[in-house]
């Protein structure tokens, strides 16, 4: 099985071995995504595995983040026990990908010392910068993620358990109005299993260890999109997506949403609220609006500004300058506003596809450790 995804890794995919595969650096990201593409929903299991008033305590309403989990365990969509067989191969397998990270090294200048003590200056080799800092705590979050969230003895004998969508009926002990919000939450995940819970719902110490547990994936999801929001930053931005782009922000974004972030009162929160976010593919499409209308803001206030000969000639050169500022200003006020609608946008959605931004520099990159790093980071945090 790994000759066989070596030999993928080293033809670029292409198994006619004419040379027309993909880059080294997009084989191996796709590798690690192909690894890790089946994902479990933490939300699913754990948001109804508290008694409805506690969750709207806790959660305002909200989703929880999720967890990842790689296709050698099967499509796990349930809180219950991982053998250990399966989390023992899953770090095998990965340890094989992320072999290829050791070789990545960059010289930097020494001194070596020799017996008689004489020095001599010598370029020594040292793991890349960005992977030295970043390998380990990706390693760090994925041992969090097996041994804290998914160890054995969390889920064995608990006061929850699961049904089939199908089967709606509850029975005297669980509670109607907590597997009605279930059945809300998962219309449109008709595949997935339902929670189900007591109708007094959980004892304090149950609903303490899920509240932690659920804290716990936070901090692996907040510290996951951080390197990976780092990495995709430091990726180079291709011509292609660039070409692609429209002359002007108010195209991409559409009147309405273009009106209210130039607007004088601004809320991101608010815009949202307002928008028709009933679905995943309508939520990535207004992601995909606000990343090329941040680019453009930023693209514009960075050009050059054009020859200015054709104004009024009553007009002073110091209040042109003057408009031209405040024009500046202003669109790095609006291309502010584009990134926090986006990131607010990310966090309602923490399981949001990726944007075409994003999609573009991944499929484009050619620098493998860049490609390690982002595809390690975005299976720990979807």
Not at 62 to 89: D, H, I, N
Not at 125 to 147: F, G, I, Q, T, W
Not at 354 to 370: E, F, L
Request: a neutral charge; proline letters at 5%; hydrophobic letters at 40%.
């Amino acid at each position: 099985m790994m000759k066989e995804r070596f030999a993928k890794l080293l033809l670029g995919e292409d198994m006619s071995g004419c040379g027309n595969g993909v880059p080294t650096a997009l084989a191996i990201s796709n590798a690690i995504t192909n690894l890790c593409d089946v994902r479990m929903s933490w939300v699913s299991a754990l948001t109804t595995a508290m008694s409805p008033e506690s969750l709207r305590a806790q959660c305002g309403g909200r989703e929880k983040p999720r967890v990842s989990c790689a296709t050698l365990f099967g499509q796990l969509w349930r809180l219950e026990p991982l053998r250990s067989e399966k989390k023992a191969m899953w770090r095998r397998e990965m340890e094989w990908f992320l072999s290829v990270s050791d070789h990545i090294v960059e010289l930097t200048p020494n001194w070596q010392t020799f017996p008689d003590g004489s020095k001599l200056g010598v370029m020594t080799c040292r793991p890349h910068s960005d992977l030295y800092v970043n390998l380990p705590a990706l390693r760090k979050l994925d041992n969090m993620l097996l041994e804290a969230i998914l160890n054995y003895d969390s889920f064995v004998d608990t006061e929850f358990w699961y049904v089939d969508q199908g089967v709606i009926a509850p029975d005297a002990g669980t509670s109607p109005s907590s597997f009605r919000q279930a059945l809300q939450r998962q219309e449109e995940k008709w595949w997935l299993p339902v929670p189900r819970v007591p109708s007094c719902g959980l004892h304090e110490n149950s609903r303490k260890k899920l509240q932690h547990k659920r804290d716990c994936t936070s901090q692996i999801l907040k510290a996951a999109m951080a390197i990976n929001s780092i990495t995709l930053a430091e990726m180079d931005i291709p011509e292609s997506y660039l070409e692609s782009l429209p002359k002007n922000a108010r195209v991409s974004l559409g009147d309405v949403i273009h009106r209210y972030i130039t607007s004088d009162h601004f809320s991101p929160e608010y815009l949202l609220d307002c928008l028709d976010l009933s679905s995943e593919h309508q939520a990535i499409e207004i992601a995909n609006q606000a990343e090329a209308s941040m680019y453009i803001w930023r693209k514009q206030t960075n050009s050059k500004p054009g020859s200015v000969s054709g104004r009024s000639s009553s007009r002073t050169s110091w209040e042109m300058v003057k408009d031209l500022m405040v024009d500046a200003d202003k669109r790095d006020l609006f291309a502010e506003r584009a990134e926090i609608l986006l990131l607010s946008l990310q966090q309602r959605f923490p399981g949001l596809p990726q944007t075409a931004w994003d999609m573009s520099k991944i499929q484009y990159n050619k620098d493998v450790g860049k490609a390690i790093l982002e595809s390690y980071s975005r299976v720990l945090k979807v």
